[in-house]
T-cell receptor
Framework: GEDVEQSLFLSVREGDSSVINCTYT??????LYWYKQEPGAGLQLLTY?????DMKQDQRLTVLLNKKDKHLSLRIADTQTGDSAIYFC????????FGTGTRLQVFP | SAVISQKPSRDICQRGTSLTIQCQVD?????MFWYRQQPGQSLTLIAT?????????ESGFVIDKFPISRPNLTFSTLTVSNMSPEDSSIYLC???????????FGQGTRLTVV
């Protein structure tokens, strides 16, 4: 079945790196995504990775994909207070399936 | 990217009434999607709205409760009918990006049913 899991909370100090993890079940997913949801806002696409890639870097963001273990991670370098939000991973097969969301809290 | 405008951004409604949410896109798109995000939870796809045909509903969602219109390639509405407090959620409209598999979202409609 379709199931995308994430840890619920992550708390980091400003300036440190954050790593948000995600596991998915459908090996036929072609793309995997990371979305950010700030309070009272919709979803903002942060980055995505094609399923035949292992890694993608975009400024402070690094996405790692372990297709064998169906594990996806998002690393945010030099985390800032403005990064505080809920982060959703998502996989796409015939539709987008979202993870449970990880609430990232950044403290000074 | 696509710019998506949703109206209203929030509303408080009496149980038993209905609310229609509008979604306007700044470009023509084939498929539009409606999601529900219940408090503290992830997003769940309600239905896919294609222009010129009836919407396709996901398991657990029915047309009588969530009628959808798609009159043209830039606009769609979702109605939440005969509301109860359990319908209190954020409802989001989404479209696929042209030539990509990215999905773009409106800012959502926060519905509270009292």
């Amino acid at each position: 079945g379709e199931d995308v899991e994430q840890s619920l909370f992550l708390s980091v100090r400003e300036g440190d790196s954050s790593v948000i993890n995600c596991t998915y079940t459908d090996s036929s997913s072609t793309y995997l995504y990371w979305y950010k949801q700030e309070p009272g806002a919709g979803l903002q696409l942060l980055t995505y990775i094609f399923s035949n890639m292992d890694m993608k870097q975009d400024q402070r963001l690094t996405v790692l994909l372990n297709k064998k273990d169906k594990h996806l991670s998002l690393r945010i370098a030099d985390t800032q207070t403005g990064d505080s939000a809920i982060y959703f991973c998502a996989e796409i097969t015939d539709k987008l399936i979202f993870g449970t969301g990880t609430r990232l809290q950044v403290f000074p | 990217s696509a710019v998506i405008s949703q109206k209203p951004s929030r509303d408080i409604c009496q149980r038993g009434t209905s609310l229609t949410i509008q979604c306007q896109v700044d470009s023509q798109v084939t498929m539009m999607f409606w999601y529900r995000q219940q408090p503290g939870q992830s997003l769940t796809l309600i239905a896919t709205a294609n222009q010129g045909s009836e919407a396709t509903y996901e398991s657990g969602f029915v047309i009588d409760k969530f009628p959808i219109s798609r009159p043209n390639l830039t606009f769609s509405t979702l109605t939440v009918s005969n509301m109860s407090p359990e319908d209190s959620s954020i409802y989001l409209c989404s479209v696929e990006g042209r030539g990509t598999t990215e999905a773009f979202f409106g800012q959502g409609t926060r519905l509270t049913v009292v």
